[in-house]
C-alpha cells in the first residue's frame, strides 16, 4: 500500500449531466481512500490559480504540487476556448505528469474536437499526445441526471399534495 497522502477532494454529493464529474470524484476518493494523493480542479479554476501564482510568484511552487499529485481530475476541460497562455500552462501540467501519474480529464466535448478548443494546432496535438494515447475512455450515455433528478423530485412534490 502506497504512503497516506493528502488529497484536494471535492464533496461529490451532486451529480452533473450524465455523471462525468460525480464518476471523477468517485474514482478520486477511491484513490484517496486507498491511500494515494490527490488533488481535483475545474478546468478554469485550475488555470485561473496557475494565472495567479506566476503573477505572485509561486508558480513553480504550484507547477510541483501538481505534478506530485498521484491523481490529477481535471474537470469539465473545454467548457470555453483556452486563451495561449492556458494552453501552455496544460501542456506542462500534463508533460510533468506524462507517465508519472494518473489524470482524469472530463469534458462534454469528444477529444477529436478538442483541437477547436485548444485553438493553437500544435499545442493541441503535444497535448492531445499526452492525454489520448494512453488513455483509457470511459463514454457515458443517457439523460442528464439533473433532469432525471429533477423529474424524480416534481414527482415527488405532486404526490405529497
Not at 32 to 52: K, N, P, T
Amino acid at each position: 500500500m502506497p504512503p497516506r497522502r493528502s488529497c484536494d477532494q471535492p464533496s461529490c454529493g451532486s451529480f452533473s449531466d450524465e455523471g462525468k464529474s460525480f464518476l471523477a470524484c468517485a474514482l478520486g476518493q477511491k484513490a484517496c481512500r486507498d491511500g494515494f494523493s490527490g488533488v481535483y480542479r475545474r478546468a478554469s479554476r485550475l488555470f485561473d490559480e496557475l494565472a495567479q501564482a506566476r503573477a505572485d510568484g509561486t508558480h513553480p511552487h504550484a507547477l510541483k504540487r501538481l505534478a506530485k499529485a498521484q491523481v490529477l481530475i481535471l474537470d469539465d476541460f473545454g467548457l470555453e476556448p483556452l486563451g495561449s497562455a492556458e494552453r501552455k500552462e496544460l501542456l506542462e501540467v500534463l508533460e510533468d505528469r506524462y507517465h508519472q501519474s494518473s489524470t482524469v480529464v472530463t469534458s462534454q466535448l469528444e477529444p477529436k474536437d478538442w483541437h477547436a478548443v485548444i485553438g493553437d494546432a500544435t499545442l493541441a496535438d503535444a497535448i492531445l499526445d499526452r492525454r489520448v494515447h494512453n488513455a483509457h475512455r470511459i463514454k457515458l450515455g443517457g439523460e442528464s441526471i439533473r433532469y432525471v433528478e429533477t423529474n424524480l423530485m416534481k414527482g415527488r412534490k405532486q404526490t405529497k399534495v
